[in-house]
């Protein structure tokens, strides 16, 4: 157990939903990441907070959007869904160089 | 995008034997990480090595980093059957504001009894 825990662990939704996927990082950790896993691109990072600020953006979509709440759980928040929206997300928290990661939350789009 | 890229795709040995898997990448990094995840699952951190170290060991593990070449190796020793999972590289990019990891593909380990 990593100390990161995600809910919902499986989601099942439609197409033009919107969804929050919710993370709490392990104590007294200050960063959160997100990443989302698929079979075509693999994992790729999303975004990372610290501290309530947005600290790094990668390939995330217009669509989706995140942020870090000051008692540092963070929610990451997926609209006009898509098909290709299903995937793995996961989150990550660190302190220092290691990110811990959660067990994740499978979205299902149909 | 992705930065690793991870070799063998898969690896299928016996009990016993020992597993190598390696991990090419592209830019400086701060550091190189790896991760195991089983079928699906979260990802478990193994093992952190930073840019001006060479090898380092935990366990049945032993991880090198050759930054001239630009990658690295995961070796497990005395496979065990619950090794079998995913094994991921993800590096820290020099420069990198933040922290946030650049994973390879992923090589399939299977480790029959």
């Known amino acids: 157990d990593s100390g990161v825990t995600q809910t919902p662990k499986h989601l099942i939704t439609a197409t033009g939903q919107r969804v929050t996927l919710r993370c709490s990082p392990r104590?007294?950790?200050?960063?959160v990441y997100w990443y989302q896993q698929s079979l075509d691109q693999g994992l790729q990072f999303l975004i990372q907070?610290?501290?309530?600020?947005?600290?790094a953006k990668g390939n995330i979509l217009e669509r989706f959007s995140a942020q870090q709440f000051p008692d540092l759980h963070s929610e990451l928040n997926l609209s006009s869904l898509e098909l290709g929206d299903s995937a793995l997300y996961f989150c990550?928290?660190?302190?220092?160089?290691?990110?811990?990661f959660g067990p994740g939350t499978r979205l299902t789009v149909l | 995008s992705q930065q690793g890229e991870e070799d063998p795709q898969a690896l299928s040995i016996q009990e016993g034997e020992n597993a190598t898997m390696n991990c090419s990448y592209k830019t400086s990094i701060n550091n190189l990480q790896w991760y195991r995840q089983n079928s699906g699952r979260g990802l478990v951190h193994l093992i952190l090595i930073r840019s001006n170290e060479r090898e380092k060991h935990s366990g049945r593990l032993r991880v090198t980093l050759d930054t001239s070449k630009k990658s690295s190796s995961l070796l497990i020793t005395a496979s065990r059957a619950a090794d079998t999972a995913s094994y991921f590289c993800?590096?820290?990019?020099?420069?990198?504001?933040?922290?946030?990891?650049?994973f390879g593909q992923g090589t399939e380990l299977s480790v029959k009894p």
């Open positions: 990550a928290s660190s302190n220092r160089d290691e990110q811990f």
């Open positions: 993800a590096t820290d990019e020099l420069g990198n504001q933040g922290g946030k990891l650049i």
């Open positions: 104590s007294g950790d200050l960063s």
């Open positions: 907070y610290y501290n309530g600020e947005e600290r």
